[in-house]
């Protein structure tokens, strides 16, 4: 890696572009001296968002890019059909060696695809999983596969397993992350086909630390640094995690606000809840990375407003210092028979 | 139906057996008039918690059985060794039609086991699903399948639709309940393979309101009566709920604790806070129906106290009165064909 790590961003993805996205490119650059940041998208929007601010204009390329890919357009098509998006050329940025990491909060269909057919895998990667960090009660947890592969193999969870160990040890400082598999029950002959079939695989991986199964009750309680499952479970753990947790708000709300009592009683508690509720954003690690490509691709939230485009950055950044795509290169160099 | 519905109750099952059991029993009587119970299990036992209380001796019958089916026993064997256990026994009084339903908060694989082989299944039923109600912003969703049969086939899931839909049509009064599939996307492409093979036979369902796609957020929100899944998806969805809403509760105690001035503001909104907890408590609906079997079979968490036991001897006596088993057996004597 060079001196400096150079991230491209997306200027154009998500509901919030251009304006958020550029406003979460400045906070990254106020935070990590380190950093450049090629922000790619139609130039006359980007650099009025840009006007808006001071930066040091050495720390910022803007990229022009013509076109944009929509949320809803079929991804292959997109991907293959809109060669100078904003996203597309991000691709192709961290393709051809000129930026280490990207960035989008643009369509997720489109990110998937264009990371394994543009990007491409660290060779001995099958399929590269969508690995967003959950918080956790008193941590976080890395759950993989979260969206990239419906209908995956074992053979493809193992190397999950392998993967998010090897992140999780870099991005956190873990020596040896405890790595579960979701399942129905504690028990090893609990789960269905793929679970069982996957479960003695991941017993048999020695560059893991395998605890066996976690219930998803337990995974809120930090009982696995690592939780493989396949994608179609990982979305719903993740979507879950999001919709309970904003339902209960919403009516926790809606309880402090019916009283004049229970009014004071929120305006009393409300800087420790804060604090509480801060934990549990599930934006504060950035977004979700495709791991196991050639670079680090990270897709944050559709909706993201400016902090979620900086902690992506922030991770992208950490991600490039800490080499930790090597790690994982190395992982498959020594084991490609798995 | 009789005049009087007699529910079957496993004394010896779950962890706070048999007190909380009995007490539970004690509950439902006072609450439902036209209820009678079979309490089975180790009669001395069974009798010494009763005789804490006062109780019409006409209205409950104990029905001695020597032994008790562990949480950890392999079910089938249990099943099948254990004839006099007080699950068993009670199996056999649903079947024997001298009990309209029965309760336990004992070993789940047993009572799978149990229902499918002693109960038996309502003709044209190929897989009877788990189906817990949860609790959502506005209401409560009924949710099928949730533990009874992994990997699950398309035709499986479509039964599942109109087994749900006749319970909710009764049990809640929705004359046309919403029916949702649970995917990691509204499309229609989305999706697995079994999702993507099951949607085209829900949209030629007649007899259910289909919907279309569910994803796991919205859920929460109410965004169908009826959600069908595979057992495995079922199970993770049932348990995020419990493990998000209870690592979230945990954390806001914490909170409102940390400091004199938020505990001040936890008194204060706790009225308010403690109505709106009730609605998401899982267990104010009763327990699990294993529905399709010819008899109600309900489930309740093995953790239970004595409000989940009455509320599920509640939830018998509501789908007893309101001969919801012919509901269902109408439906799959008219097209037994899928």
């Known amino acids: 890696m060079a ?25 990254a650059l106020e935070q990590a001296p380190g950093l450049k940041i090629s922000l790619v998208g139609i130039e006359d929007k980007v650099r009025a968002e840009l006007s808006k601010y ?42 051809e060696g000129k930026c280490d990491a990207l960035v989008t909060a643009g369509s997720t269909g489109a990110f998937l695809v264009g990371g394994q ?20 009660l008193n941590g976080r947890c890395l759950l993989l596969d979260c969206g990239a592969n419906v209908d995956a193999r074992p053979s493809q969870l193992v ?50 630390n395998f605890i066996g199964s976690v219930e998803a009750r337990d995974i809120p309680y930090g009982a696995a640094d690592v939780v493989v499952c396949e994608a179609f479970v990982g979305n719903v753990i993740l979507k879950m995690y999001e919709g309970v947790g904003t339902a209960l708000m919403k009516s926790m709300k809606e309880a402090f606000m019916s009283s004049t009592k229970s009014k004071i009683g929120a305006l009393l508690a409300k ?18 990375p495709l ?34 795509n090597n790690d994982i290169k190395e992982m498959f160099s020594i084991s490609s028979d798995i």
């Open 3 to 27: 001196d400096k790590v150079n991230i491209a961003v997306d200027a154009m993805g998500g509901d919030n572009a251009p304006a958020e996205v550029v406003k979460g490119c400045i906070e």
């Open 54 to 95: 001071t930066y040091d204009p050495d720390r910022i390329e803007v990229i022009h890019a013509s076109e944009v890919i929509e949320m809803a357009e079929p991804p292959v098509m997109a991907v293959r059909t809109k060669k100078d998006s904003s996203l597309v050329r991000c691709m192709y940025l961290v393709k």
């Open 117 to 136: 057919i543009i990007v491409g895998r660290i060779k001995g990667v099958e399929r590269p999983p969508l690995a967003p960090f959950i918080p956790t």
């Open 159 to 208: 190397q999950f397993a392998k993967i998010g160990s090897a992140y999780v040890r870099k991005a956190c400082g873990i020596d040896n992350p405890r790595v579960g598999i979701v399942n129905i029950g504690a028990e090893e002959e609990k789960g269905n086909a793929l679970v069982k079939e996957t479960f003695p695989l991941l017993k048999a991986t020695p560059e893991i």
């Open 271 to 288: 800087p420790a809840l804060k604090k509480t509720l801060k934990q549990y954003d599930t934006n504060r690690y950035g977004g979700a």
């Open 291 to 324: 791991l196991g490509c050639n670079g680090l691709l990270v897709k944050t939230h559709g909706s993201s407003k400016s902090a979620p485009i900086c902690n992506s950055i922030l991770q992208c950044k950490l991600f490039a210092d800490q080499n930790i």
